[in-house]
């Protein structure tokens, strides 16, 4: 099944850094979404877009819909150490009516 | 409060043995999915539904089984044709399109030996 392609595939950096990872497609999207998988448990929502060129921020976090609408970006400023997890990316596949998931970025934080 | 439970956290099964996942969501969601993990991996789809009393194979199905008798509720089988059931295996939820997403269970980790 297709995969989106997710970048960087992992990440160790120091606590107050700032974070970027993107996802690319080959195929439009309507939606992008990012999750955060913490260690052991299933992910959860962290933003969502549905307009290409919108900006989203929720806290530390901003994420943007590419106007190609086939990537989009996710930044984490000032980085702590429970930014810790994998970091997916998901579109919205319109035809199938299901999401199409990154292969995820995997971030470690130091303290 | 809505939600999704899947249960039980961990699992322990002989090989060889049949062994069913639990999933039941409270959201009023039309939609479920099934998922599996392994260890520094992506999420791969086993198995999906989007309405009472149908379901599709996802791009894994071989050695696994799915039910969908009520909207609330998607139980996943292991069969013993599933060569190496090993793996963490999450449930979610969406409406129908899912529009906003999908919304996860905590997720079950399943160990044969």
């Known amino acids: 099944g297709q995969q989106l392609n997710q970048s960087p595939q992992s990440m160790f950096i120091q606590e107050g850094e700032d974070v970027s990872m993107n996802c690319t497609s080959s195929s439009i999207f309507n939606t992008w979404l990012w999750y955060k998988q913490d260690p052991g448990e299933g992910p959860v929502l962290l933003i969502a877009?549905?307009?290409?060129?919108e900006l989203t921020s929720n806290g530390r976090l901003t994420a943007q819909f590419g106007i190609t609408r086939k990537d989009s970006f996710l930044n984490i400023s000032a980085s702590i150490p429970s930014d810790v997890g994998i970091y997916f990316c998901a579109g919205r596949d319109t035809g199938f009516q299901k999401l199409v998931f990154g292969t995820g970025t995997r971030l470690l934080v130091s303290p | 409060d809505g939600g999704i439970t899947q249960s039980p956290k961990y699992l322990f099964r002989k090989e060889g043995q049949n062994v069913t996942l639990s999933c039941e969501q409270n959201l009023n969601h039309d939609a479920m999915y099934w998922y599996r993990q392994d260890p520094g991996q992506g999420l791969r789809l086993i198995y999906y539904?989007?309405?009472?009393?149908?379901?599709q194979k996802g791009d894994i199905a071989e050695g696994y089984s799915v039910s969908r008798e009520k909207k609330e509720s998607f139980p996943l089988t292991v069969t013993s044709a599933q060569k190496n059931p090993t793996a963490f295996y999450l449930c979610?939820?969406?409406?129908?399109?899912?529009?906003?997403?999908?919304?996860f269970g905590s997720g079950t980790r399943l160990t044969v030996v």
């Open positions: 877009l549905y307009k290409a060129g």
């Open positions: 539904s989007q309405i009472v009393n149908d379901f």
């Open positions: 979610a939820s969406s409406s129908q399109g899912a529009t906003r997403g999908y919304t």
